[in-house]
């Protein structure tokens, strides 16, 4: 069996990389939202501690430990609760992401909406599952089509843009009336000063029929080499969605188990990562702005969202010749052509570079 498949995007910056490698300088990459910062202690204690020694297999389901611990943080952080047996661990996010319309059973006949502006994975989770997909930030546009999933993103990758609680509970309203899933990829959630979440009572009015929220470690804990993300929401379709994985093998390793276990149980370290992301968003904004460009939404996550009035690749060819490489727009969809994607995730000392680089 073969997928029809997008060229993989960051394939097509091979130039503008080399480029932006040969300023002397040297390169300053804020193409790809991969974390610098060091993992913390806390993190790395649980993950070489005893869990490091169970030779047999773990659970796909994951120690109650474990889903204990992250329905406590979603209470904590969010406002949100859930049943931590609707708590289900999952190889990063992008893992799920990607397999979730085919987790789902999704086919030929069903549509996946995703956003205009979006990340390309929720694109190739649909192909793979032989699903139609659509491009929509707006309800009323969708027409009859027989929709059996809605991807929402907030905050916002590319964007940074927050949904508001009274826009998602008009995603949830609509969806339900249609028997729909709403899948809400809240892996920046850790990132914003009080962005909702789908399953906070606001928006989904104390039910969680038909919904699942999508976490990630990987920014709020700097986990991404761990892989380590979780799905929860409604308790039927997390039963559902175990009761595929059990066959399937997709298990989170024991180890990462424990670290997951201890990332959610220490709230001092994601408040600490969001204030340094929070400092180089305002010093990268700043910088943009004096030199031109205007930033759209960017209002939390790890991105911002710039543009020069041109052709995103123009602006990305000419920042690469500054040594700068940024993402062009047009990964996440055709209405993204005139901006570029500013990943947050340098260190400081790059950061600094990149502001006095820009400087007219």
Not at 17 to 31: E, Q
Not at 126 to 137: C, I, P
Not at 160 to 177: F, M, Q, S, T
Not at 244 to 266: F, L, S, T
Request: aromatic residues 6%; charged residues 20%; proline residues 8%.
């Amino acid at each position: 069996m073969t997928f029809s498949l997008p060229d993989f995007p960051w394939d097509s910056l091979a130039e503008d990389k080399a480029l932006a490698a040969a300023h002397p300088g040297g390169i300053v990459d804020l193409s790809v939202g991969t974390p610098v910062d060091p993992v913390p202690a806390v993190v790395r204690d649980a993950l070489a501690g005893p869990a490091a020694d169970v030779p047999g297999y773990p659970t796909t389901h994951g120690p109650e430990s474990l889903r204990t611990a992250v329905a406590g943080s979603l209470r904590r952080r969010f406002g949100v609760t859930v049943d931590p047996v609707a708590v289900l661990p999952t190889i990063g996010s992008k893992e799920l992401v990607a397999w979730l319309p085919t987790l789902l059973g999704l086919g030929a006949d069903d549509t996946v909406v995703i956003p205009e502006l979006a990340y390309p994975t929720y694109e190739v989770g649909a192909r793979f599952a032989g699903a139609q997909h659509v491009r929509s930030d707006s309800t009323a546009a969708l027409g009859p089509r027989r929709v059996a999933l809605v991807w929402l993103n907030s905050p916002s990758n590319p964007t940074g843009r927050v949904l508001p609680a009274a826009h998602l509970r008009k995603v949830v309203d609509w969806a339900r009336e249609r028997g729909a899933v709403v899948a809400s990829d809240e892996c920046y959630l850790s990132l914003s000063q009080g962005a909702p979440s789908v399953l906070h009572p606001d928006v989904c009015g104390g039910s969680h029929e038909g919904l699942l929220a999508v976490h990630s470690m990987s920014k709020s804990s700097s986990l991404a080499g761990y892989r380590a993300g979780f799905v929860t929401g409604d308790p039927r379709l997390v039963a559902a969605l175990l009761e595929v994985r059990k066959h399937a093998g997709m298990i989170v390793p024991r180890p990462v188990q424990a670290a997951m276990e201890a990332a959610a149980g220490d709230d001092a370290h994601v408040g600490a990562q969001a204030r340094v992301y929070d400092r180089r968003r305002g010093r990268l904004r700043a910088a943009f702005e004096a030199a031109g460009y205007r930033i759209d939404h960017s209002e939390a996550g790890l991105y911002l969202w710039a543009t020069a009035g041109e052709l995103g690749r123009a602006t990305v060819r000419r920042l690469a010749e500054s040594g700068i490489l940024v993402a062009p727009g047009d990964f996440y969809g055709p209405a993204g052509e005139q901006h570029v994607r500013v990943a947050l995730t340098a260190t400081d000392e790059r950061i600094d570079e990149a502001v006095a680089r820009l400087k007219p």
